[in-house]
Antibody
């Protein structure tokens, strides 16, 4: 069974860097074709895909946020980390990590519960 | 900012059939498969339909998906009160080199 769980700060100040960790079980990023995504949802808004990392360290980013995002993996810890710089109140959202069910597919078959991050001074 | 366009809302009475559209372009729906997600209030999204028309184990056959050209549709037949949720389509976009979601549709059971 695949499970994922997000962790990180619930409150960050404007201009700070947000660092979120996705810890998963039931899969390994040392296994071919495994990918983990980050997706967010601002209050009352639609889902927004942010970033993706594959087992082979192939990384993809949302073009409009690419300059602010960094996704990395720690295979030994079964973790994927997302860093987002220069946080703004508009970045207040619930952040989810999700398993990529198929290569380059937009298919997210397992999701974490999400973590709400508020950006405020 | 969503690349895929959905109607903001849809509704029906119990037992009715409801259809949700998802309109994209040649770089996403036109060249890749479509997936649908159901998000109940206060919960994480759940995969409902994948590869245009496939249901994961446990998803009732009341839910069905289809795709034609650069558009896709999700149909809910025999609408039930527990189907009241937000629904999102998603696909890979070859131009953006990433996944894209729809604008979301809120389904209300009258």
């Amino acid at each position: 069974q695949i499970t994922l769980k997000e962790s990180g700060p619930t409150l960050v100040k404007p201009t700070q860097t947000l660092t979120l960790t996705c810890t998963f079980s039931g899969i390994s990023l040392s296994t071919s074709r495994v990918g983990i995504n980050w997706i967010r949802q601002s209050p009352g808004k639609a889902l927004e895909w942010l970033a993706l990392i594959y087992w082979n360290d192939d990384k993809r980013y949302r073009p409009s946020l690419k300059s602010r995002l960094t996704i990395t993996k720690d295979t030994s810890k079964n973790q994927v980390v997302l860093a987002m710089t220069n946080m703004d109140p508009m970045d207040t959202a619930t952040y989810y990590c999700a398993h990529e069910g198929d290569f380059w597919s937009g298919l997210f078959d397992y999701w974490g519960q999400g973590t709400l991050v508020t950006v405020s001074s | 900012q969503s690349v895929l366009t959905q109607p903001p809302s849809a509704s029906g009475t119990p037992g009715q059939r409801v259809t949700i559209s998802c309109s994209g372009s040649s770089s996403n729906i036109g060249s890749n498969t479509v997936n649908w997600y159901q998000q109940l209030p206060g919960t994480a999204p759940k995969l409902l339909i994948y590869s245009n028309n496939q249901r994961p184990s446990g998803v009732p056959d009341r839910f069905s998906g289809s795709k034609s050209g650069t558009s896709a549709s999700l149909a809910i037949s025999g609408l039930q009160s527990e189907d009241e949720a937000d629904y999102y389509c998603a696909a890979w976009d070859d131009s953006l080199n990433g996944s894209v979601f729809g604008t979301g549709t809120k389904v209300t059971v009258l």
